[in-house]
């Protein structure tokens, strides 16, 4: 049974740092990249960062470059996305997905979604 299930989301301060998880099950990852999004309210669901899975390969959207770092532990199936100097424009649910293909970060090329787990950026 394919899986993912998205972990780490909280409420943080402003210029804090956050780690949310995206444990993967039911496929070898091998043949995948994993992408997260996230979606605040009322807008639409962006790319954020991506990894290619047998590659190591990152992507990252220009706001959060610098800021974000997209790892994998290959013995977990898990895929992190480090968030530093945490802004209350990245409060957002945060959702990962996996594309069967190089990394595209296009929502309409995903093929399996998680939940999501929510981030908020507040004093």
Not at 32 to 57: H, M
Request: a neutral charge; one cysteine or more.
């Amino acid at each position: 049974q394919v899986q993912l299930v998205e972990s780490g989301g909280g409420l943080v301060q402003p210029g804090g740092s956050l780690r949310v998880s995206c444990a993967a099950s039911g496929f070898n990852l091998d043949y995948y990249s994993i992408n997260w999004f996230r979606q605040a309210p009322g807008k639409d669901r962006e790319g954020v960062s991506c990894i290619t899975y047998s590659s190591g390969l990152t992507h990252y959207a220009d706001s959060v470059k610098g800021r974000f770092t997209i790892s994998k532990d290959n013995a977990k199936n898990t895929v992190y996305l480090q968030m530093n100097s945490l802004k209350p424009e990245d409060t957002a649910v945060y959702y990962c997905a996996l594309e069967r293909a190089m990394c595209s970060m296009d929502y309409y090329n995903m093929d399996y979604w998680g939940s999501g787990t929510l981030v908020t950026v507040s004093s």
